[in-house]
């Protein structure tokens, strides 16, 4: 992987087209992308309850260096997600409340990060989100070069600059740059179809009927008994 490199130009898509990700959600986006995108699961949010989706700027890092997020915090503007990858598995806690601070004010919409996060009850207390690998309040040096805007992967997920991340209580997914507006209209769709099931569902009506599954169990051999002795042993 590249670097040295700061790339000072992203691909991007509008706010409205962010919006609506973030208010689909990440298991819904995922899905209306067939079921890809997803980071691994060890990714989780610092607090409860927070929910972002906007292109990413994508840093690279040197484990235990967390450099090249002073560098990338220029290169961000309002509504952007950060996401950063280390060259090899790191869990110290390379970002805090300053760190946080500064990319609040250029309006970045939260962090996901690849290693590790500390100062998290003030991050909390000043809402800006954050999903990491760990909570851990071992320093980081700024000693080493890493690149900003390059490809990366972080948590198993390729990352394009430019890509959209939606992140929640669910985890975070990728969605690429192209693919976005796909992936609303898909994602719509989908919502749109929950909410009739979620109506006959709440009425008492069952999945085996609304989802036609008797003839297909009953294909498979399930069995309805009123005990276990009518079953044969082998
Ligand atoms: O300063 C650091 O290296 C990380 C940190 O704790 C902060 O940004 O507050
Ligand atoms: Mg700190």
Request: with cysteine; charged share 20%; proline share 5%.
């Amino acid at each position: 992987m590249t670097t040295g490199i700061v790339v000072t130009r992203k691909p991007s898509f509008s706010k409205d087209l962010a919006e609506r990700l973030a208010g689909l959600g990440v298991a819904t986006v995922h899905e209306a992308m067939g079921r890809s995108g997803l980071m691994r699961p060890y990714l989780r949010p610092i607090y409860a309850g927070a929910r972002i989706a906007g292109p990413a700027v994508t840093i690279l890092a040197q484990p235990g260096d967390n450099w090249m997020l002073h560098v990338a915090v220029e290169q961000c503007s309002p509504g952007d997600v950060v996401v950063l990858a280390c060259t090899t598995e790191n869990n110290d806690g390379m970002f805090g409340d300053l760190l946080a601070t500064s990319m609040k004010a250029r309006g970045v919409a939260g962090l996901i990060i690849d290693a590790g996060c500390r100062d998290t009850d003030t991050l909390q207390g000043m809402g800006f989100p954050v999903w990491s690998k760990a909570i851990h309040a071992r320093g980081t040096v700024k000693a080493t070069l890493g690149s900003v805007n390059v490809p990366i992967i972080c948590a198993g997920t390729l990352v394009h600059p430019g890509d959209a991340i939606v992140a929640d209580d669910d985890g975070v997914v990728v969605v690429p740059n192209r693919a976005v507006e796909r992936a609303v209209s898909l994602g719509e769709e989908r919502v749109r179809l929950e909410e009739a099931k979620r109506a006959r569902l709440a009425a008492g009506e069952l999945g085996l009927d609304i989802y036609n599954m008797r003839p297909k169990l009953e294909a498979m051999g399930l069995r309805y008994v009123e005990s276990l002795d009518e079953v044969d042993p082998a």
